[in-house]
């Protein structure tokens, strides 16, 4: 629960990347929850990006995230993710020491190019339907990959109970506390248990409109998927449901792009009837995870980012909706778009 990125100085950096890799160009930051992070152009014009992980992530889950991208690349190469770049001795990762002696996990990958989905114009149904195949390609694509560090703790899983937590709700501001109040008993009682038990797999938990790309605001095809962080061991169904949170805040009609998003991931991931039934309440918990992991940020010096307060007035006003429309009633139109009666 801990969002601390290093602080290494660019200098810093650039000299550990210039023995290890023999790289050197012009470097310039970018954000990270948990990383520190930088986009290297060398001199020949080549784009990469150098990750830094924080202080307590664990080197196991560093190789996990790292030897997700080997296994894409083996099995699945025509879908676009960023590559891993080796060390000069031919290491996938590597390490860096603060002033304290703490060593912090160092990788290179390769940078996409294109613009994220969150600028430029929103997609429309046909598109929609695109985007929600891809994120279906990818569960397939990573149904064979397994690591014994797949279930560790991240705290943006939807189904680790984060959502529930007594000590979190006990903290909570007023206002979550007072419209999530009666979904916690049944989401705690009822929702966890069934959907911990549906079908699970590593699955890449972190779809949104700012890790999706394309190629330009006009354009509205798939070119390339981001940032492994949130990789998990998990429900298959919370990929979708991290993505029609994301994604449907971003206009006024929620239940059709909803709608058209699960009819693209059902396209190329047929899911069960019992699996579409838990998806709106597996948004439910993300919408609260997201809650109170921003108010933890907010509180926090170090993240004093206006993005994140967007996120939390975004993902309030959702939940707001969703509570007063007809559940059963939007459950049941979700698994007839299935062809489930």
Known sequence: MRFNPPRFSENEIAAKVKAIYGLSGLWSTLVGERDQNFRLITDGGQKYVVKIAGPDEDLDVSDFQVQALIHLEKVSPNIPVPRIIRTNAGNCLSSISDSKGVSHALRIVTYLEGIPYGE???????????????????VNAMAGFSHHASSHFMPWNLSNGVAVSKDLWAVAAEDVKSLAAPLLPRLRDHVLPILNASPSQVIHNDAHPYNLLRQDIESQDVTGLIDFGDMVYAPIINDLAVMATTFQRKNINDIEIVTNLLIGFHRAHPLTDEQVSLLLDAMILRLLITILLTDIKINMEAMQDPDILTDRVEAFDMLQRICRIDHDGMVNNLRAACGYN
Do not use: T, W
């Open 120 to 138: 430029g114009n929103f997609p429309d149904n046909a598109h929609l339907q695109k985007i929600g195949a891809f994120q279906g390609e990818m």
